[in-house]
């Protein structure tokens, strides 16, 4: 690898890089399912310049289009980088108009828009790379659809990912449909079928259904995975095209993560609200409606909600009763200098509002990353001037660098494993070898509890928090 890369920023060529270009290189698809911070990008690149590939497609998150209009330049090859980052499809066609050789990067939300999606597969792109490809882990969505399109077109084809399967072994399938279809095939019910058993469970309501041949008929039973099967062949076919590895395992000398928990008791108020948004969540468990892993997080999510002093009415307004959290941050953040940068990851729009008003009485200044604001450099980083970072974690999961900031805060959690270890990643930095600490605010005696040891121990989330519902 070292014989295609120069790196004139004097940025280190790591072993397991070269490892994981000897691994992928050659083959009509490669996946480097690298821990966050690994340096996947580098190996994209190095790639790129292997193969002297002319054009070159990148589908990246919004958030993450700049690294590689940063790192593309390292190669020896002089690329120009077109980042199609204008408003609206029809403006980025025009974008794309002029384009005859280089890297173009558009973001996975729009790169499946008709008509972007004809001008794509009509460019002959030598090859494509998709970073933080789990993306497209449901089969029948519509950017997964259009790269297993691509693969006709495209002969060359890289995936870059720090969480292949944030949710179970079925999140593979179709990653690799777009990558090389000799891994998995490209038929979703023959795959379940060799790697899931599945039972039929009867329905003590029917159900009519909403999609597909269902669509309108009553259902009576449902197939439901009982458990996984043949995981050893799994793993073998995946090991033929993948390279894996973590930060830990491979730079032996950066300081681990370092987690602290703040535990609290809820104020009198709170818990009487709590207590009974969790006693109908019991008495549903035992009702006979049909119980599944996706809409016990669901219903669960409001009593998220309720430890942060907040929920909402039958007419969906914010009701906010409690800032305990609130204070318990401000209470913090007294002890930290007021010129070493903190990072506060949310899940909800309050909770962010709630971190603004903390930096507001203490005098720093607020940056923020959501669905609402993007306050990041061109390059994805954490800006020199933001002192306290307010991180939405749906928006703050990929492909950000927020390694500025050795301390960070858990506000609050959703209940996704991979985007809880993707936020927990976006603070280390191989490079600075930082030691990083990660606060949890935690309220005794509530689900808040159960998440929190769940995500950490990585145990199966729908599972512990039907087991705590039950248990009182």
Same mark, same amino acid.
């Given at each position: 690898?070292?014989?295609?890369?120069?790196?004139? #920023?004097?940025?280190?060529?790591?072993?397991?890089?070269?490892? /994981?270009?000897?691994?992928?290189?050659?083959?009509?698809?490669?996946?480097?399912?690298?821990?966050?911070?690994?340096?996947?990008?580098?190996?994209?690149? %190095?790639?790129?310049?292997?193969?002297?590939?002319?054009?070159?497609?990148?589908?990246?998150?919004?958030?993450?289009?700049?690294?590689?209009?940063?790192?593309?330049? +390292?190669?020896?090859?002089?690329?120009? =980088?077109?980042? &199609?980052?204008?408003?609206?499809?029809?403006?980025?066609?025009?974008?794309?108009? @002029?384009?005859?050789?280089?890297?173009?990067?558009? @973001?996975?939300?729009?790169?499946?828009?008709?008509?972007?999606?004809?001008?794509?597969?009509?460019? #002959?792109?030598? +090859?494509?790379?998709?970073?933080?490809?789990?993306?497209?882990?449901?089969?029948?969505?519509?950017?997964?659809?259009?790269?297993?399109?691509?693969?006709?077109?495209?002969?060359?084809?890289?995936?870059?990912?720090?969480?292949?399967?944030?949710?179970?072994?079925?999140?593979?399938?179709? !990653?690799?449909?777009?990558?090389?279809?000799?891994?998995?095939?490209?038929?979703?019910?023959?795959?379940?079928?060799?790697?899931?058993?599945?039972?039929?469970?009867?329905?003590?309501?029917?159900?009519?259904?909403?999609?597909?041949?269902?669509?309108?008929?009553?259902? @009576?039973?449902?197939?439901?995975?009982?458990?996984?099967? @043949?995981?050893?062949?799994?793993?073998?076919?995946?090991?033929?095209?993948?390279?894996?590895?973590?930060?830990? $395992?491979?730079?032996? $000398?950066?300081?681990?993560?370092?987690?602290?928990?703040?535990?609290?008791? +809820?104020?009198?108020?709170?818990?009487?609200?709590?207590?009974?948004?969790?006693?109908?969540?019991?008495?549903?468990?035992?009702?006979?409606?049909?119980?599944?892993? %996706?809409?016990?997080?669901?219903?669960? &999510?409001?009593? !998220?909600?309720?430890?942060?002093?907040?929920?909402?009415?039958?007419?969906?307004?914010?009701?906010?009763?409690?800032?305990?959290?609130?204070?318990?941050?401000?209470?913090?953040?007294?002890?930290?200098?007021?010129?070493?940068?903190?990072? =506060?990851?949310? =899940?909800?729009?309050?909770?962010?509002?709630?971190?603004? #008003?903390?930096?507001?009485? +203490?005098?720093?200044?607020?940056?923020?990353?959501?669905?609402?604001?993007? $306050?990041?450099?061109?390059?994805?980083?954490?800006?020199?001037?933001?002192?306290?970072?307010?991180?939405?974690?749906?928006?703050?999961?990929?492909?950000?660098?927020?390694?500025? /900031?050795?301390?960070?805060?858990?506000?609050?959690?959703?209940?996704?494993?991979?985007?809880?270890?993707?936020?927990?990643?976006?603070?280390?930095?191989?490079?600075?070898?930082?030691?990083?600490?990660?606060?949890?605010?935690?309220?005794?005696?509530?689900?808040? #509890?159960?998440?929190?040891?769940?995500?950490?121990?990585?145990?199966?989330?729908?599972?512990?928090?039907?087991?705590?519902?039950?248990?009182?």
């Amino acid at each position: 690898m070292k014989n295609y890369l120069t790196l004139p #920023r004097g940025k280190k060529v790591w072993d397991h890089q070269e490892a /994981a270009f000897n691994k992928v290189v050659g083959r009509v698809g490669g996946m480097l399912a690298m821990g966050m911070r690994t340096g996947k990008t580098l190996v994209g690149v %190095a790639l790129t310049t292997h193969y002297a590939a002319k054009r070159i497609l990148v589908l990246a998150p919004l958030n993450g289009m700049g690294v590689w209009e940063r790192d593309f330049p +390292l190669s020896v090859l002089d690329y120009p =980088v077109l980042l &199609l980052d204008k408003p609206g499809t029809k403006n980025k066609v025009k974008q794309f108009e @002029n384009f005859n050789y280089g890297v173009v990067v558009i @973001n996975w939300e729009a790169a499946w828009r008709s008509p972007l999606c004809d001008s794509i597969i009509a460019a #002959r792109f030598d +090859l494509v790379i998709y970073d933080e490809i789990h993306r497209i882990k449901a089969p029948g969505g519509k950017a997964s659809k259009f790269c297993s399109r691509l693969k006709s077109h495209i002969p060359k084809r890289l995936g870059l990912t720090g969480t292949l399967m944030p949710n179970s072994p079925l999140d593979v399938y179709a !990653q690799f449909r777009a990558l090389d279809v000799s891994i998995y095939g490209t038929n979703n019910n023959e795959f379940k079928s060799q790697y899931c058993d599945m039972e039929q469970l009867k329905l003590k309501k029917p159900l009519i259904g909403k999609y597909g041949k269902n669509k309108g008929k009553m259902i @009576n039973e449902v197939s439901v995975l009982k458990n996984y099967k @043949n995981m050893k062949e799994f793993a073998a076919r995946m090991a033929k095209i993948t390279y894996t590895c973590e930060l830990d $395992d491979v730079i032996k $000398d950066i300081p681990p993560l370092v987690h602290e928990e703040i535990c609290f008791t +809820l104020p009198p108020k709170a818990r009487k609200i709590y207590d009974g948004m969790k006693n109908e969540l019991v008495a549903w468990l035992g009702s006979g409606e049909r119980i599944t892993a %996706a809409n016990v997080l669901v219903k669960t &999510l409001r009593l !998220q909600q309720i430890i942060c002093g907040h929920s909402k009415d039958e007419n969906d307004k914010v009701i906010i009763f409690d800032d305990t959290k609130e204070k318990i941050l401000y209470d913090f953040l007294l002890d930290v200098p007021a010129n070493q940068p903190v990072c =506060v990851y949310c =899940v909800f729009k309050e909770d962010l509002k709630a971190v603004e #008003r903390v930096a507001v009485k +203490l005098g720093r200044k607020y940056g923020e990353v959501s669905g609402a604001r993007k $306050d990041i450099t061109d390059d994805a980083k954490m800006p020199d001037w933001v002192d306290l970072y307010g991180i939405q974690i749906k928006s703050g999961k990929e492909a950000l660098d927020f390694s500025r /900031a050795s301390i960070g805060v858990f506000y609050s959690v959703n209940h996704s494993s991979g985007d809880f270890q993707q936020a927990c990643a976006r603070q280390r930095n191989p490079d600075k070898k930082n030691r990083v600490a990660l606060y949890h605010i935690i309220a005794r005696n509530t689900i808040g #509890r159960t998440v929190y040891t769940a995500l950490t121990n990585k145990k199966n989330l729908a599972d512990e928090i039907t087991k705590h519902l039950k248990e009182g």
